[in-house]
């Protein structure tokens, strides 16, 4: 198809005609099948939901048709109506549209869906076996067409993947609101989200799904480089060799950085992933070394790459539980072990269990769902067994914010500490990410660059290397180990070619480091050196998410299962400039689990994007620092502090501290 044929697809929206049916394509990594959950009456509703989208007299040709995918897949994709072009992130000129903060957007969209990047692409869903963009194909051709009309003085309203419709705002507006899944929360367990999902008025956004953000595995790269190399400054005990050996499980979507980060970070890295098209993906893309699908033989590679000091990361074709207990029958000694599996999802994909084949845990999943959960529940209690008795030889092991430790506990194991409340093992933000960067303001900022351009990505890496340089020469000594990390970061991006899907990066900058990167952009915008540039981050921050078992693990004064601070961030980017902005239940660690919000800026060297950035970006990170400040956070006051130092209009409020021998009285 050529561009022009494109713009017109995308113009058109959902086609006046029935498309061609379209072949199921077995070479591309589907989704599972979902669970039977529906009533026969809520099957009924679920046809009634999807044909809403269609003229009455096409109802009789596509019910069929629809019925069978939901009998079929446990939910109505609607695969006919699929676009016939090539789904990636296009440079923004190729866009139709009136608003350039609408093409950005589409562009965004498109990226999320790229085959390169989507974990499911057919199935609309990004990452995490359930993160989704949209719930069906007519929501994308609808979504399409509203932002190819839209002007700057309107905003289009998302209802967890279905437009609700173009609405009169006005510039300095969202272009875009997003909520997924925002139900009452007495409705927030898995089986509502099955129900509602295959209903089609709900769906699980993840966290940059469903918001448009995600930029592939690049995303968590520089966030898991970080929690390595700060574990592995942890480290005082080992085997006595120099390289460490990190060992955890998952290569799909956001977990298939975790190689790449090891071997930024000098370890051995064994990841674990029973899905074969996503081990393969990976490898092919360049981001695991090699694969391993046979026990001995990985121990010894593990052995070979000990003795030979190497940095390398191997992916095992297999179940991680089979790993650690392998590694302790043959007395493989793991420095660092976690897991990065899609436990927020484990009856539905998220984790398949030792002892079952994948087409045998799919078939199970979808047909005897209880039995599957007794499965995933068995291999969790084997899995924390595991690692306890490499925990007990001296291994550190992290939760890393997949909900692992939470299901393992649901599932009986033993990872409660003598209290009973507490977990035997931190997550990776109570002991490295929460005090050494979120408190302190540290967050995965990133960026697009519009045009395609990679001369342009080497620009914006050049822009924001130099930026963080200058601002290390005033940095406080707090904030040193940070600054050198993110320097470190940005000098090798290129190296370590971390680009899957759009022109993208990422780096954990504070707020004096956002706007001011932001500032370079757009300065550089305005004299043509490089082209239009979208900001976003990460939900996975400082001041965006409410989430108890991660984001907000270190706060210790008992507002940890609040979510204030998400719907504040989000409203407060919605009125200071975002262009597009997003709150979701779910994500990360499952739904109901989790509130967390996020954004998307387009920077196009005017004077309002100047205005805008430094409004948002300001807010945005000091709304989570005044927060974790309220909770006592030390490096958090620091922050907040210094920040109140640096804007006189920032007053924030401070907490007074008690002395321990006062309450020791009571």
Not at 77 to 99: N, Q, V
Request: proline share 4%.
């Amino acid at each position: 198809m050529t561009i022009e044929d494109i713009k017109a697809d995308i113009c058109a929206g959902i086609p006046s005609a029935i498309p061609a049916k379209k072949e199921y394509d077995p070479t591309i990594n589907h989704a599972p099948k979902r669970k039977d959950i529906l009533s026969k009456e809520e099957k009924e509703l679920a046809l009634r939901n999807a044909l809403r989208y269609f003229p009455k007299e096409q109802h009789a040709e596509l019910a069929p048709e629809f019925a069978e995918e939901l009998k079929e897949y446990g939910r109505i994709y609607m695969y006919r109506y699929r676009p016939d072009y090539k789904m990636y992130a296009r440079p923004i000129e190729e866009y139709p549209g009136k608003c350039e903060q609408a093409k950005s957007i589409m562009l965004m969209i498109q990226n999320n869906l790229d085959y390169a990047v989507a974990q499911h692409p057919h199935e609309l869903i990004t990452y995490g076996g359930n993160g989704a963009v949209f719930q069906n194909w007519a929501q994308y051709r609808l979504v399409m067409k509203y932002l190819s009309e839209m002007t700057d003085e309107q905003t289009l309203v998302m209802y967890s993947g279905h437009p609700l419709g173009l609405f009169p705002s006005h510039k300095d507006a969202p272009r875009v609101v997003v909520t997924n899944g925002m139900v009452i929360p007495n409705y927030s367990h898995q089986d509502d989200w099955e129900k509602m999902n295959a209903l089609g008025v709900s769906q699980y956004g993840q966290m940059t799904a469903g918001s448009y953000m995600y930029i592939g595995p690049q995303g968590i790269v520089h966030g898991t480089t970080i929690t390595v190399l700060n574990a592995c400054r942890k480290l005082t005990g080992g085997d006595g060799s120099n390289r460490k050996v990190f060992v955890t499980a998952g290569l799909g979507g956001m977990s298939g950085a975790q190689p790449k980060a090891g071997n930024i970070a000098g370890v051995i890295s064994i990841t674990a992933e029973v899905n074969p098209k996503a081990t393969y993906t990976r490898h092919s893309q360049g981001w695991v070394d090699e694969v391993i699908e046979d026990l001995d033989e990985l121990c010894t590679r593990v052995r070979k790459a000990k003795e030979n000091d190497e940095v390398v990361s191997i992916a095992y074709q297999g179940n991680v539980v089979d790993v650690w207990e392998k590694f302790d029958e043959e007395n493989i000694y793991i420095d660092l072990g976690s897991d990065q599996t899609s436990l927020h999802n484990p009856w539905a994909g998220g984790y398949y269990p030792a002892g079952l084949g994948l087409e045998e845990a799919n078939e199970m999943m979808a047909n005897e769902p209880e039995k599957f959960k007794g499965h995933v529940q068995e291999s969790l209690r084997r899995h924390a067994t595991a690692v306890n008795r490499h925990t007990a030889k001296g291994t550190y092991f992290f939760d890393y914010g997949n909900a692992f430790l939470l299901e393992a506990s649901r599932a009986g194991a033993d990872i409660m500490a003598e209290n009973g409340i507490d977990f035997k093992y931190p997550s990776y933000v109570q002991d490295i990410m929460g005090p050494m960067c979120f408190d302190y303001g540290f967050g995965p900022f990133r960026w697009v660059c519009a045009s395609g351009n990679t001369d342009d990505l080497q620009a914006t890496d050049d822009l924001a290397c130099a930026v963080l340089e200058e601002i290390r020469q005033n940095s406080p000594t707090e904030i040193q180990q940070q600054m050198a990390d993110n320097i470190q970061w940005i000098k090798g991006a290129q190296e370590n070619k971390l680009v899957v899907g759009s022109q993208a990066r990422i780096l954990y900058a504070d707020a004096e480091g956002r706007i001011k990167i932001a500032q370079a952009f757009n300065k550089a915008i305005k004299e043509g050196k490089i082209g239009p540039v979208v900001l976003g981050r990460d939900h996975h921050d400082v001041s965006g998410t409410d989430s108890p078992f991660r984001e907000t693990s270190n706060i210790y004064d008992g507002s940890k299962f609040t979510a204030d601070m998400a719907i504040h961030n989000v409203i407060g980017d919605g009125f200071r400039g975002a262009t597009w902005i997003s709150i979701h239940n779910g994500g990360g660690v499952g739904w109901g689990e989790v509130i967390n919000g996020g954004f998307g800026m387009l920077l196009d060297g005017s004077e309002d994007a100047d205005r805008r950035l430094e409004m948002m970006l300001h807010w945005d990170v000091n709304n989570g620092i005044a927060r974790r400040s309220w909770a006592r956070n030390e490096g958090a006051i620091f922050a907040i502090q210094r920040e109140m130092e640096r804007t006189p209009n920032l007053k924030v409020t401070l907490p007074n501290f008690v002395d321990d021998s006062l309450l020791d009285q009571f």
